[in-house]
């Protein structure tokens, strides 16, 4: 259950014009809320009663074209007409998880890195709840301009996750994203694209049919308003949602400097789990899998859904099998049995008092060891002394 009290009209209202006055995520913003609910925040904000110099200039300029509660108004129409809603904190499926942001602390002083707070509302179009989809989701991101060897590892994880009933959450752009989203279509399972323009518009636009499809399986979600522009900066905020909504976040392929390296570096700094699939040392779509693989202990490498579904299932639901070679029957012998059976000339015959000097053992046990070699079929006799077995070399 939330911890907030159940929203009403007006609340969801003033949770429309802040974030239109001010991009999701402002700590100014979000913290006036919490202190003194959403529709005093717009009051204040709207009267210029706050010591942030720039959000109030940047609040009022936009204001003065615009009524903000007259525009609250027309998107929340807007937006039933178009057959999304509006979930905001109080709701029964807010997705509890993302109040995490309220905690959450990077280095730097870039606006992006300082302004990482929770969202205020959330745009949904699908049937699903968006709390119950969410409480058992991956992320999987990465880069748009994927190799081959990165869609094939994209497929293998998202499928799997599906399969096994975890939503598989993405940005729904071209490469890693879109690669996700339709694996996890194809295996029946749902998936949610976060996106960083309205629900009614999104991008890009070489992903329209597959996005219909989240829309009647899965759930697009956004913070902006339906009409919104996906903007260059709005990825960069979007991204903190997909970081803190999900158990963990799975990284396939970025270059060097890429938005999924910066989404990992909020996993990270929430203390989820941070998962990197490695690439061929070759691929330029690896490096920054591998230099934060390199640099950062915390981080896991995953090269298969079983890894991932270990990591964030809870103790004992999932048991990552082991890999190994083929077994061969020398594998369970004893160690001077095992030195016996290498001293063993691959091709011709030796005798038993020989081989106990090129083994370095006494006879008598060479002899004792023979015996439990011929039983399991690993040697045989020939005359006076030993072989290979047929079939055994």
């Not at 919490?34 to 717009?42: D, H, K, V, Y």
């Not at 308003?225 to 990284?251: D, M, Q, S, Y």
Request: net charge neutral; charged share 25%; hydrophobic share 45%.
């Amino acid at each position: 259950m939330s911890d907030h009290p159940p929203a009403h009209a007006g609340d969801r209202a003033a949770r429309v014009a802040l974030t239109w006055l001010a991009e999701p995520g402002n700590r100014t913003v979000w913290s006036l809320v919490e202190e003194g609910g959403a529709e005093a925040t717009l009051a204040r904000l709207l009267s210029g009663d706050v010591a942030d110099k720039s959000l109030r200039t940047a609040a009022m300029a936009k204001a003065a074209n615009l009524d903000p509660r007259r525009l609250a108004e027309l998107t929340l129409r807007r937006a039933e007409r178009l057959g999304a809603r509006i979930v905001v904190p109080g709701d029964e499926e807010w997705p509890e998880r993302v109040q995490s942001l309220a905690v959450l602390t990077l280095e730097g002083t870039q606006r992006v890195n300082l302004d990482v707070r929770p969202p205020l509302c959330f745009w949904v179009r699908g049937e699903w709840p968006l709390g119950e989809t969410l409480e058992r989701s991956v992320a999987v991101v990465g880069a748009r301009a994927a190799s081959g060897y990165g869609v094939h590892a994209t497929n293998e994880i998202a499928y799997g996750l599906a399969e096994n009933g975890w939503t598989v959450v993405s940005g729904g752009a071209f490469g890693i994203d879109a690669a996700a989203h339709r694996a996890a279509l194809a295996a029946g399972g749902r998936t949610v694209a976060v996106l960083a323009c309205g629900v009614d518009r999104p991008y890009p636009l070489g992903n329209s049919a597959m996005f219909e499809q989240i829309a009647e399986t899965g759930l697009l979600i956004s913070e902006w308003p339906p009409g919104a522009e996906p903007l260059k900066h709005r990825f960069l905020i979007r991204n903190r949602v997909i970081a803190a909504a999900t158990a963990g976040t799975v990284l396939v392929e970025a270059a060097a400097r890429s938005g999924a390296i910066q989404t990992m570096g909020r996993v990270l700094a929430l203390g989820r789990p941070a998962m990197v699939v490695p690439g061929p040392i070759t691929s330029a779509m690896s490096v920054g899998c591998h230099e934060l693989l390199r640099s950062r202990p915390d981080a896991t490498l995953v090269t298969g859904p079983a890894d991932v579904l270990e990591t964030v299932g809870r103790i004992g639901e999932y048991q990552a099998v082991v890999p190994r070679g083929p077994e061969h029957r020398r594998d369970a012998l004893d160690e001077e049995s095992a030195l016996i059976l290498e001293s063993v000339p691959r091709r011709g015959t030796i005798t038993p008092e020989d081989l106990a000097v090129r083994a370095g053992l006494s006879l008598r046990l060479v002899l004792r060891r023979l015996s439990l070699l011929e039983l399991t079929g690993l040697v045989e006799r020939r005359g006076t002394g030993v072989a290979l077995a047929r079939g055994s070399r």
